[in-house]
Structures are given as structure tokens and as C-alpha cells.
């Protein structure tokens, strides 16, 4: 017989031992962060219009020499009541959100349930209204007023129309107000506010309500929705309302930051 006829029986793999399952490796589950509670309720109180009002206006009240502390009162206020509009905002339009697909909008995309953002609103307007009176007895009622303007407007058909603009030139020509008559001279009543700084906030009020009306042109025309910033739009041309929303707003904004520097808040 050859050697090449000579065959060596192969090694059979060893066989699992009874009784011992096989070992396998599990990695922890990582928490999706976007996802969380926390995050989700963040980024649907509208949070980067609300941090951006709450820093103007804190600004303001810093041009007008209140202290820090007072500064960072106006700023928790101000935000406080931006995320409650934010919040109420997404509940009343979840809808519409959710036939659109819009991104980042964590309750129309059920990341978020509806009683847990109406749950985090009412502990905001609980701790808005002492907050607001803290600075200053009309100062906050004010505040409370302006609130109470967005909240119609979120609810209303107002907004729908080419008279849009007037909720939010009416809210913010209230803010130099809520400065005048707030602040350690709060309770005692304080002062009216300047004619010029009133008349420049509303004006901003204008470009800001533009400038954020932008993104949704498309499907805002495509639900058959006529406010102020489409009709300017459909006969400038989106790009054009950009730019001239944006110089708007920044020119009155300067102008409001050095007329509240150099004239004050108060008359």
C-alpha cells in the first residue's frame, strides 16, 4: 500500500461540555441621549428664539444698571416664559407637524407623549407667575400680559393672515415695560418707558416675526396659509426677504442697544 493511500482520520472539534451554555459577550445599552425626556422637552420649547429673547432683554436690564442679580432674574423669567409659548406652540400645531415631517419636533415625532409636555408646562406657569412678580408688581403683570399674547396667538387665526405682524410687534414694544417698571424700584411702580425704545422694539418685533416665519414659506404656501412674511415673499423672492428681514432687524436691534445706553429704558 502507498503512502499516498493512507488517509488519517481528522480530528473531530471538541463537543461542548453538557450543561454549559455558551458565554456571550453583552454590551451595556447606551441611553439615546436626543431621545431622553430631558432633551426632548428642551428641544421642543423652542429653545434657541428662547434663549435668544431671554439675552436681549437681560441685556437690556443690564444697560439699565441693574444689579446681577436682578440681571439673571430677568434672564430665568424671560426664558421661563419663552419655553412655555415654545411648548404650547408645538402642542397646538403637532399636526401639522406631523403631516410635514418637520425635524425637530420631538412631540409631533411621538419621542415625546403629549402629557408629559403639558405636565412640564404647567410646572412653568407655576413658577412664571412668581417669577414675574418678583420683578416688580407691573413689571410682571406685563410679563404675564405678553405670555398671554403668544398663547392666543399660538391658538388664534391671526397668525394665519397678512396681519400677522401685530401680536408680535404688540409683545415686543411691551418689553421696554417690563425693564422700566421692574428692577429694585419695581415695587414702588416704577417708570413709563421710552416712546423711542417702544416704537424700536416693536419694529423689531417685525423683522424677528420675518426672520422666523422663513424656514416654513414652502409649506406654509403649500397649506394654503397667507401671514404677513409670505405675501412679502411671494413678491420679493424668499432670498431677498432674508436679507433685507436680516439688515432690518439688525439695524433696529443696534438702535435699541444704543438708545437704551444712552437715553435709558425709562422716560
Not at 405670555?147 to 397678512?162: A, D, E, F, H, M
Not at 438708545?259 to 429704558?265: D, E, P, Q, S, Y
Request: hydrophobic share 50%; net charge positive; aromatic share 8%.
Amino acid at each position: 500500500m502507498s503512502a499516498k493511500s493512507i488517509r488519517l482520520p481528522r480530528k473531530r472539534a471538541a463537543a461542548p461540555r453538557p450543561g454549559r451554555a455558551t458565554r456571550r459577550l453583552r454590551l451595556p445599552a447606551r441611553a439615546d441621549l436626543a431621545r431622553s425626556l430631558p432633551v426632548s422637552l428642551f428641544r421642543a420649547s423652542h429653545p434657541r428664539q428662547a434663549g435668544l429673547t431671554a439675552l436681549f432683554v437681560a441685556a437690556g436690564a443690564a444697560l439699565a444698571g441693574r444689579s446681577f442679580g436682578q440681571v439673571f432674574l430677568v434672564f430665568v423669567t424671560v426664558l421661563t416664559g419663552q419655553a412655555i409659548l415654545g411648548w404650547h406652540n408645538d402642542l397646538v400645531d403637532v399636526a401639522r407637524d406631523r403631516r410635514h415631517q418637520f425635524p425637530g419636533k420631538p412631540i409631533a415625532q411621538g419621542v415625546v407623549d403629549h402629557g408629559s409636555v403639558w405636565f412640564a408646562l404647567t410646572v412653568a406657569v407655576l413658577l412664571v407667575v412668581p417669577l414675574s412678580v418678583a420683578n416688580g408688581v407691573i413689571a410682571g403683570a406685563t410679563h404675564l400680559f405678553i405670555i398671554g399674547i403668544g398663547l392666543v396667538t399660538n391658538s388664534g387665526v391671526l397668525r394665519r393672515t397678512r396681519f400677522s405682524y401685530l401680536p408680535w410687534m404688540l409683545s415686543f414694544a411691551l418689553w421696554p415695560a417690563f425693564l422700566s417698571y421692574g428692577g429694585a424700584h419695581g415695587t414702588e411702580g416704577g417708570d413709563p418707558p421710552s416712546i423711542l425704545l417702544t416704537v424700536l422694539a416693536a419694529l423689531l418685533g417685525l423683522g424677528v416675526h420675518v426672520l422666523v416665519s422663513l424656514p416654513g414659506l414652502v409649506t406654509d404656501n403649500a397649506d394654503g396659509i397667507r401671514h404677513f412674511p409670505l405675501v412679502v415673499a411671494l413678491r420679493t423672492g424668499a432670498p431677498r426677504l432674508l436679507l433685507i428681514a436680516g439688515i432690518w432687524t439688525g439695524v433696529v436691534g443696534v438702535g435699541i442697544l444704543i438708545t437704551g445706553a444712552t437715553l435709558g429704558v425709562a422716560r
